[in-house]
């Protein structure tokens, strides 16, 4: 061989491996730009992804422009179909990321090839039109974070459950993470139960069947939803009068097409395109399993992004007609991601619903539009600003998911608060209360426009500057809280005990419940099957993503929970 043909040999490997380096930072051009393509990439990572990412903001994973630019169209492709390969295998993007969102990605298997090189279209048209830089595996804190477990470890405890599975419900977009959600026990006390699948569907259970109690999309002509896991049909309640009045409650997003809203937290550079409402159903007859009847709408909520929006609404149970908390309505709102997209001033104060939990009287009629009433009791009521949302009864939280009430300890609120990076809550709820967030997580401090992911230590004089929650659990546990209940039924070992869960990955605890909370621990509540064989939600239900949520029907006090990743819902049967 020539030294001349070694010298072109070695050109065309150097220029191989240039181009091989040139690729891979430069992978936009792999991606098709057709304009129908990346619309079905947008819809797909609606679906999909927006939960969890956005393009150039935090959520509860990295933001995901210019990824496209960075990695192999085969490498993503990978990543997304089994992320904790890539974890294993020692990738370190994949490990500086779990650092740093305390999560592992869920696999999405069930996505073919076309459909993900169409997300990757979408991503990557986007980081071109915005000219986005990857996320850097090295960032540049200007505070000093704390890393590793903040708080005590979640106890194991020897207490364990049996479930039944009671029924299965349709799975009605099986491309999406909607799904069941919210269950409530029919006022009659009848053992008839009612679940909403946040697709639009209010079922009625009985005897082990399933019968469609009212459609949303057939009675709301904008009803949304998508993108993400929080829209569509919110949460409901039956109205505590139900049996004479025939009243009941329901929350449902709907597409933003100009409509007017009570409260509105949006700017021509900040509008998302859904609103949230509130409306009140009247029953013709309400022997009849199916809805027949009217609706009026309450309250209208338009916030600046998908995420965290309005959550639970609930009537505190079993009250005499004589409380003066009596068939007053309980609801939460979240921060709307607005601490996501930077823009923290837009809560976390009066003149503001983000982070709130509300309370209204649907019968009154002294709030801004007249369709329902502000109460006396509530803390802000007779402020002389207008400006001041009166009807927020407590304020502070990043995601207000769940609320419930210990009717031993005079009907005293427990609410969870879904948290960013590092710890999930479970706060006792008073009359004005400041839950700090998002100038707090957990007991700790967040300097929200440096770093949303990081914590700090606070001075001992900054520790009461707002109420702390009661109970706490470190990422290194779980990643979303999923509130539960006070159990008060026949199963002795429960009894006196919060029951609760994570959402993502199904694990159960328990605190125990006294007047005093003289116990502030977290402990696990295993499950049992075939007598003494140790389970979990997961291998139940084949599923690393459970979806779940505890629920409860305090007429017969039963306790029950949901896994929306397969619509079933399960029945506790004993506790040893």
């Not at 009247?282 to 022997?287: P, Q, V």
């Not at 009596?326 to 991601?337: A, S």
């Not at 009287?361 to 109460?375: E, F, Q, T, W």
């Amino acid at each position: 061989m020539t030294k001349y043909t070694q010298y072109i040999i070695a050109m065309v490997l150097l220029l191989g491996i240039a181009f091989y380096f040139f690729a891979r930072k430069n992978t936009a051009g792999m991606y098709s730009t057709d304009e129908a393509v990346i619309l079905e990439g947008q819809q797909i990572y609606a679906k999909n992804c927006l939960s969890c990412h956005g393009i150039q903001d935090d959520g509860f994973g990295p933001p995901l422009g210019g990824i496209t630019s960075l990695l192999s169209k085969e490498e993503l492709i990978n990543f997304i179909k089994n992320p904790l390969k890539a974890m294993e295998s020692g990738n370190e993007r994949a490990i500086a990321m779990n650092s740093r969102y305390k999560r592992i990605m869920p696999p999405f298997g069930h996505l073919v090839d076309a459909d993900i090189e169409s997300i990757l279209a979408y991503i990557a048209h986007e980081t071109k039109l915005h000219q986005i830089a990857p996320l850097s595996l090295r960032r540049e804190n200007k505070i000093t974070g704390l890393t590793g477990r903040l708080v005590p470890p979640i106890k194991k405890s020897k207490l364990k459950i049996t479930l039944e599975e009671v029924i299965a419900l349709p799975q009605l977009d099986s491309t999406s993470n909607l799904g069941v959600v919210t269950l409530r026990p029919h006022p009659s006390g009848d053992g008839t139960l009612f679940a909403s699948d946040q697709n639009g569907i209010i079922y009625s259970i009985a005897n082990g069947k399933a019968i469609t109690f009212l459609d949303m999309k057939e009675q709301i002509k904008d009803f949304q939803s998508g993108p993400g896991i929080a829209t569509g049909l919110g949460s409901f309640d039956f109205h505590p009068d139900f049996l004479t009045n025939g009243l009941l409650y329901i929350s449902h997003a709907e597409t933003h097409k100009g409509q007017l809203a009570d409260y509105a937290i949006a700017s021509d550079s900040l509008q998302s395109e859904v609103q949230w409402v509130i409306a009140e159903w009247k029953m013709d007859d309400i022997s009849s399993n199916t809805f027949n009847g009217t609706h009026r709408e309450l309250l209208r909520l338009h916030a600046p992004t998908f995420a965290h929006g309005l959550q639970e609404l609930a009537f505190i149970p079993e009250l005499e007609k004589a409380d003066l908390d009596y068939g007053l309505l309980y609801f939460g709102y979240g921060d709307g991601g607005s601490n996501n997209i930077h823009q923290p001033q837009l809560g976390h104060h009066l003149q503001s619903f983000l982070g709130t939990i509300m309370r209204i009287d649907p019968a009154g009629s002294n709030s801004r539009n007249g369709h329902y009433g502000i109460p006396e009791s509530n803390p802000f009521a007779n402020g002389k600003d207008d400006k001041i949302v009166k009807e927020i009864f407590a304020y502070g939280f990043r995601n207000p998911h769940h609320m419930s009430w210990d009717k031993a300890s005079d009907n005293r609120m427990i609410a969870t608060d879904i948290g960013e990076a590092n710890l999930e809550e479970l706060n006792i709820i008073e009359n004005g209360g400041d839950y700090g967030w998002p100038n707090r997580e957990g007991e700790y401090g967040i300097a929200t426009l440096t770093d949303l992911k990081t914590v700090f230590k606070l001075k001992e004089t900054d520790n009461d500057l707002y109420k702390n929650p009661f109970a706490e659990y470190d990422h290194e546990e779980g990643n979303a809280i999923s509130g539960g209940y006070v159990y008060e039924g026949k199963l002795t070992a429960l009894q006196n005990k919060y029951i609760f869960g994570d959402i993502v990955n199904g694990r159960l605890f328990y605190v125990n419940i006294d007047p005093q909370i003289s116990d502030t621990a977290i402990y696990e509540l295993g499950i049992a099957q075939n007598g003494t064989e140790e389970t979990t939600l997961q291998e139940l239900c084949n599923t690393k993503r459970l979806h779940l949520r505890v629920a409860y029907d305090h007429i017969n006090k039963e306790l029950y929970l949901i896994t929306k990743h397969d619509s079933k819902i399960w029945r506790v049967t004993s506790a040893n």
